[in-house]
């Protein structure tokens, strides 16, 4: 693959994920969006699509976020983008 299409899927990866981001949790800092353009790893922007997704709040998202490129599970209720939402009801607590 050519360096400028690289450099497209790059592009495209970030406006994703800053897309799920803003559907996710509304607004986002600044600061995220410019640490979000300055990630150059495809399978970590990836990565953080399927974490924004998925991540049952905000916390749970920098958390993953903040973990770097050793990170490349995304396993239980932390990742139930309903978790918060069921906590609760019929005995679940919305905890893993």
């Given at each position: 693959m050519f360096s400028f299409q690289?450099?497209?899927?790059l592009v495209d990866d970030r406006e994703d994920l800053i897309a799920v981001l803003r559907m996710?949790?509304?607004?986002?800092?600044g600061e995220?969006?410019?640490?979000?353009?300055?990630?150059?790893?495809m399978n970590a922007l990836q990565r953080?699509?399927?974490?924004?997704a998925n991540a049952a709040n905000w916390d749970?998202?920098?958390?993953?976020f903040n973990e770097g490129r050793d990170s490349f599970r995304?396993?239980?209720e932390k990742f139930n983008p309903l978790?918060?939402?069921?906590?609760g009801r019929d005995g679940l607590?919305?905890?893993a």
């Open positions: 690289d450099d497209a899927l996710r949790f509304g607004s986002i800092p995220m969006i410019e640490d979000i353009y300055g990630i150059v790893d953080l699509i399927l974490s924004a749970v998202f920098l958390e993953e995304l396993l239980g978790r918060d939402r069921l906590k607590d919305g905890t």
